[in-house]
């Protein structure tokens, strides 16, 4: 049992006197070294040259060849040789991480493809392990560290005069716990372990080189306690130098380049690497000095105060005060007496003739007095303000009691316009028979861009919210999508997202393949103009009832959806007990009231919609799409036999339509197909060409090009290659049955006029004010 032990001391006291000198031991291996060695020996599985050390032959050549592992038992045999010669690897343990876990009991063995790569990714890594230096106390020394979400990777080099030379790679993988801290504490944590790694070579050297790619760690030693305590763990390893471990400098590579050449010259007595200060960082270490007194001082000022409170007679009288002042406030805003707790008569008051005033009404008082302004519920509100401050709005101070007002609680800040309170009020009378009413919601904004860079157009951008009844609307609008993407290919070309492209192209160039005598294929890319602005709301409600007849004439009664998801189902009558039930009359009246109570902000003005599809709802994208899918079923439906010359897809308002052309007079009926759709939308409506005629067209991020009877799409990317000669990138954009965002609509709307006033003020005056002017903006 203690062979090992006995034959290693044996050995250690017969070589006593020659040990460290020119002799090593370790258990059966001896290595005698002289300073005139010229030839290599092996060691410990190893080739040692004074060129540096690399792994044995044989052993490089055992792994090489090693099989697949079949069991736990082979992947541990294998993962400890290669483990064993893991310092040679850059980046070992992601290399090996799927090896790894397969060594775990716990886990089952399975062979996968990324075992399979890792085990081939090893074999390959370890024939190309390079030699490494043999570590020199006196050459200048750098530790260069990197992290990620997954491992830690540090190298350790030393420059020889001409180059720097690795001297041994090290990796370990990264706990869960540890992978959530932020880059500076996980960059930190590498260095840390690094240190450990190595400190049998760093120990007690006057200088080393921490290279690593997070700059504002170049500044730890300069921080304040707060950050610098904020570092956890790793910082208290940094700053335990009681027993002179070892000196650090850890300028970073992007901070001081000039790092590693200064390396040679360093003083003769350890020191700490301080940067150069600047105006900025002592004010910044003044802030957070500032932060730091100002919390100890209001700490101690509290327990003043409380001890004060106990003993202070003055102050007492004060807070009594207050609380006969409250009961007065309370009398005065409720109109009655006010009803002590411990009173038992005024108690059998309160049960006969007195109740607590409603926590909130569903009507609305007008007040002549306010003239322009209504007050939502001003009693009620004098309550709560009451209650906020004597939770809040009291500060105690030395020597008595100080109130501060709250102007978010004052009746002036919760009043109305006359007109907004009047539709609010026939919001909640009216929108309470089809869904609860949301306390919380608001009216939108309007913006507006000029359309088509024509200043006599503008187009209003996300005008509203779906406020008054929130989720019913979301409810709507999943029926309304389930209806319409469940509408055959035949009858529109309505597609539900982007990535169906594809696949309609699919279909269409299978169904083209059918068509006898096809010589050519004519297509187009429109976007439908003016549904938002100029429609009228019947047509709208028109459309919708196209689509509700359909599903009643298969039977359908109405739509389940599910309460929890965005779940819909059709259904026959029959109800789910995990879905809400919508009949097809209930959807229609809820519309109703949707387009009836469409109310936006516009220059501090309130404003009702009544025309054009209300933007920025739930139903907004769903009825667009409703309408457009209208127009091309009865543009479909007159065309007889040429139905099978067409195809189509949209998304929304864009839209692409292809035309075969088939015979001697195929571009005869192609060009009278074309002239039919374009007239499909009627006179509310109008159609904008947005192809160039010459094949190609940019559609819901993505370029389509047609090639004689073949159609092509190449997606486009933030920042990819000009190679459509636009002169300018281009960017995708998705479009989604989402709402839009009213904080994008307005900044989208200043960046375009920012960019025209700029062009167009010839002074500098001008450019000024109009600067000022969006910066006042962007702070509202």
Same mark, same amino acid.
């Not at 900025?280 to 500032?290: M, S």
């Not at 005060?321 to 005024?346: I, P, S």
């Not at 298969?554 to 929890?564: D, F, K, P, Q, T």
């Given at each position: 049992?203690?062979?090992?032990?006995?034959f290693?001391?044996?050995?250690?006291?017969?070589f006593?006197?020659?040990?460290?000198?020119?002799?090593?031991?370790?258990?059966?291996?001896?290595?005698?070294?002289?300073?005139?060695?010229?030839?290599?020996?092996?060691?410990?599985?190893?080739?040692?040259?004074?060129?540096?050390?690399?792994?044995?032959?044989?052993?490089?050549?055992?792994?090489?060849?090693?099989?697949e592992?079949?069991?736990?038992?082979?992947?541990?045999?294998?993962?400890?040789?290669?483990?064993?010669?893991?310092?040679?690897?850059?980046?070992?343990?992601?290399?090996?991480?799927?090896?790894?876990?397969?060594? *775990?009991? %716990? #886990?089952?063995?399975v062979?996968?493809? !990324?075992?399979r /790569?890792?085990?081939?990714?090893l074999?390959? =890594? $370890?024939?190309?392990?390079?030699?490494?230096?043999?570590?020199?106390?006196?050459?200048?020394?750098?530790?260069?560290?990197?992290?990620?979400?997954?491992?830690?990777?540090?190298?350790?080099?030393?420059?020889?005069?001409?180059?720097?030379?690795?001297?041994?790679?090290? *990796?370990? %993988? #990264?706990?869960?716990?540890?992978?959530? !801290?932020?880059? /500076?504490?996980?960059e930190?944590?590498?260095? =840390? $372990?690094?240190?450990?790694?190595?400190?049998?070579?760093?120990?007690?050297?006057?200088?080393?080189?921490?290279?690593?790619?997070?700059?504002?760690?170049?500044?730890?030693?300069?921080?304040?306690?707060?950050?610098?305590?904020?570092?956890?763990?790793?910082?208290?390893?940094?700053?335990?130098?009681?027993?002179g471990?070892?000196?650090?400098e850890?300028?970073?590579?992007?901070?001081?380049?000039?790092?590693?050449?200064?390396?040679a010259?360093?003083?003769?007595?350890?020191?700490?690497?301080?940067?150069?200060?600047?105006?900025?960082?002592?004010?910044?270490?003044?802030?957070?000095?500032?932060?730091?007194?100002?919390?100890?001082?209001?700490?101690?000022?509290?327990?003043?105060?409380?001890?004060?409170?106990?003993?202070d007679?003055?102050?007492?009288?004060?807070?009594?005060?207050?609380a006969?002042?409250?009961?007065?406030?309370?009398m005065?805003a409720?109109?009655?007496?006010?009803?002590?707790?411990?009173?038992?008569?005024?108690?059998?008051?309160?049960?006969?003739?007195?109740?607590?005033?409603?926590?909130?009404?569903?009507?609305?008082?007008?007040?002549?007095?306010?003239?322009?302004?209504?007050d939502?519920?001003?009693?009620?509100?004098?309550?709560?303000?009451?209650?906020e401050k004597?939770?809040?709005?009291k500060?105690?101070?030395?020597?008595?009691?100080?109130?501060?007002?709250l102007?978010?609680?004052?009746?002036?800040?919760?009043?109305?316009?006359?007109?907004?309170?009047?539709?609010?009020?026939?919001?909640?009378?009216?929108?309470?028979?089809?869904?609860?009413?949301?306390?919380?919601?608001?009216?939108?904004?309007?913006?507006?861009?000029?359309?088509h860079?024509?200043?006599l157009?503008?187009?209003?951008?996300?005008?509203t919210?779906?406020?008054?009844?929130?989720l019913?609307?979301?409810?709507?609008?999943?029926?309304?999508?389930c209806?319409?993407?469940?509408?055959?290919?035949r009858?529109?070309?309505?597609?539900?997202?982007?990535?169906?492209?594809?696949?309609?192209?699919?279909?269409?160039?299978?169904?083209?393949?059918?068509?006898?005598?096809?010589?050519?294929?004519?297509?187009?890319?429109?976007?439908?103009?003016?549904?938002?602005?100029?429609?009228?709301?019947?047509?709208?409600?028109?459309?919708?009832?196209?689509?509700?007849?359909?599903?009643?004439?298969?039977?359908?009664?109405?739509?389940?959806?599910?309460?929890r998801g965005?779940?819909?189902?059709?259904?026959?009558?029959?109800?789910?007990?995990?879905?809400?039930?919508?009949?097809?009359?209930?959807?229609?009246?809820?519309?109703?009231?949707d387009?009836?109570?469409?109310?936006?902000?516009?220059?501090?003005?309130?404003?009702?919609?009544?025309?054009?599809?209300?933007?920025?709802?739930?139903?907004?994208?769903?009825?667009?799409?409703?309408?457009?899918?209208?127009?091309?079923?009865?543009?479909?439906?007159?065309?007889?036999?040429?139905?099978?010359?067409?195809?189509?897809?949209?998304?929304?308002?864009d839209?692409?339509?292809?035309?075969?052309?088939?015979?001697?007079?195929?571009?005869?009926?192609?060009?009278?197909?074309?002239?039919?759709?374009?007239?499909?939308?009627?006179?509310k409506?109008?159609?904008?060409?947005?192809?160039?005629?010459?094949?190609?067209?940019?559609?819901?991020?993505?370029?389509?090009?047609?090639?004689?009877?073949?159609?092509?799409?190449?997606?486009?990317?933030?920042?990819?290659?000009?190679?459509?000669?636009?002169?300018?990138?281009?960017?995708?954009?998705?479009q989604?049955?989402?709402?839009?965002?009213?904080?994008?609509?307005?900044?989208?709307?200043?960046?375009?006029?920012?960019?025209?006033?700029?062009?167009?003020?010839?002074?500098?005056?001008?450019?000024?004010?109009?600067?000022?002017?969006?910066?006042?903006?962007?702070?509202?």
């Amino acid at each position: 049992m203690n062979v090992t032990i006995t034959f290693q001391a044996a050995l250690t006291t017969e070589f006593r006197h020659m040990l460290d000198r020119f002799v090593l031991i370790y258990l059966d291996d001896i290595l005698v070294y002289n300073r005139s060695l010229d030839e290599q020996v092996e060691y410990l599985g190893h080739y040692v040259t004074p060129q540096g050390i690399r792994p044995l032959a044989d052993k490089i050549e055992a792994l090489r060849v090693w099989p697949e592992p079949t069991n736990t038992k082979d992947v541990r045999s294998f993962m400890g040789l290669a483990g064993y010669y893991q310092r040679f690897i850059t980046g070992y343990s992601r290399i090996a991480a799927p090896m790894t876990r397969l060594q *775990s009991p %716990k #886990v089952p063995f399975v062979f996968d493809d !990324d075992a399979r /790569r890792s085990f081939r990714a090893l074999k390959t =890594v $370890m024939l190309m392990a390079p030699v490494l230096s043999i570590y020199d106390p006196t050459l200048p020394t750098r530790v260069t560290t990197d992290i990620s979400d997954y491992g830690i990777g540090a190298v350790l080099e030393q420059h020889d005069g001409d180059d720097w030379h690795p001297v041994e790679y090290f *990796s370990h %993988k #990264v706990s869960p716990i540890n992978s959530l !801290d932020d880059a /500076r504490k996980k960059e930190l944590l590498a260095f =840390v $372990m690094a240190l450990k790694r190595w400190q049998h070579f760093l120990l007690g050297r006057r200088r080393f080189t921490w290279v690593t790619d997070n700059n504002p760690l170049t500044y730890y030693k300069t921080q304040d306690t707060v950050l610098r305590f904020a570092m956890g763990t790793p910082m208290k390893c940094l700053n335990c130098n009681g027993d002179g471990h070892f000196a650090r400098e850890c300028p970073s590579a992007r901070g001081n380049q000039s790092a590693s050449g200064n390396s040679a010259a360093a003083p003769s007595t350890p020191r700490f690497w301080t940067p150069r200060q600047t105006a900025e960082d002592n004010e910044e270490r003044e802030f957070l000095r500032q932060i730091v007194q100002e919390k100890k001082d209001e700490q101690t000022r509290k327990r003043e105060l409380d001890d004060q409170r106990k003993f202070d007679e003055r102050l007492k009288a004060e807070m009594a005060r207050y609380a006969e002042a409250t009961k007065a406030e309370v009398m005065a805003a409720v109109g009655r007496q006010y009803l002590g707790q411990k009173d038992e008569a005024r108690r059998e008051e309160l049960k006969r003739g007195w109740s607590p005033p409603p926590r909130r009404r569903e009507d609305f008082r007008l007040d002549d007095d306010l003239r322009d302004d209504e007050d939502i519920d001003l009693e009620i509100h004098r309550l709560e303000l009451l209650r906020e401050k004597r939770r809040r709005g009291k500060e105690a101070v030395r020597g008595g009691v100080n109130f501060r007002r709250l102007p978010s609680l004052l009746g002036r800040d919760q009043w109305m316009t006359r007109r907004l309170g009047e539709s609010v009020r026939v919001m909640v009378s009216e929108g309470g028979r089809i869904g609860k009413w949301d306390t919380k919601g608001a009216f939108g904004q309007a913006f507006v861009l000029p359309k088509h860079k024509d200043l006599l157009r503008w187009r209003p951008i996300s005008p509203t919210c779906s406020e008054p009844t929130r989720l019913a609307c979301a409810r709507v609008a999943r029926c309304l999508n389930c209806l319409l993407f469940r509408l055959p290919v035949r009858l529109c070309f309505n597609l539900r997202a982007v990535d169906q492209v594809r696949a309609r192209m699919e279909e269409m160039d299978r169904d083209l393949n059918h068509l006898p005598g096809l010589s050519d294929l004519v297509a187009g890319s429109f976007d439908v103009k003016d549904m938002f602005v100029t429609l009228p709301q019947d047509d709208i409600l028109r459309a919708v009832d196209w689509l509700f007849a359909r599903y009643i004439g298969a039977g359908y009664e109405g739509v389940n959806v599910a309460r929890r998801g965005p779940q819909s189902f059709l259904s026959f009558g029959a109800r789910r007990d995990d879905c809400i039930f919508l009949s097809f009359q209930i959807i229609r009246d809820m519309l109703v009231f949707d387009l009836r109570f469409t109310f936006v902000w516009s220059a501090k003005v309130l404003l009702r919609q009544v025309i054009g599809v209300p933007m920025g709802k739930s139903s907004s994208c769903s009825l667009a799409c409703i309408l457009c899918a209208w127009a091309e079923f009865n543009f479909l439906s007159t065309l007889g036999i040429h139905r099978r010359l067409v195809f189509g897809f949209r998304i929304i308002d864009d839209v692409n339509i292809f035309v075969a052309v088939v015979g001697t007079e195929g571009y005869a009926a192609a060009f009278w197909i074309f002239e039919k759709f374009q007239s499909c939308y009627g006179s509310k409506l109008r159609l904008e060409r947005t192809d160039d005629c010459l094949g190609q067209w940019a559609f819901a991020g993505m370029m389509v090009q047609k090639e004689g009877t073949a159609v092509h799409t190449v997606a486009l990317v933030k920042n990819s290659d000009p190679i459509w000669n636009k002169g300018k990138l281009v960017y995708g954009s998705y479009q989604d049955f989402g709402s839009y965002s009213t904080k994008r609509a307005k900044i989208g709307v200043i960046i375009v006029l920012l960019h025209r006033v700029y062009r167009w003020s010839a002074d500098g005056f001008g450019r000024l004010q109009s600067f000022l002017a969006v910066r006042r903006e962007l702070l509202m």
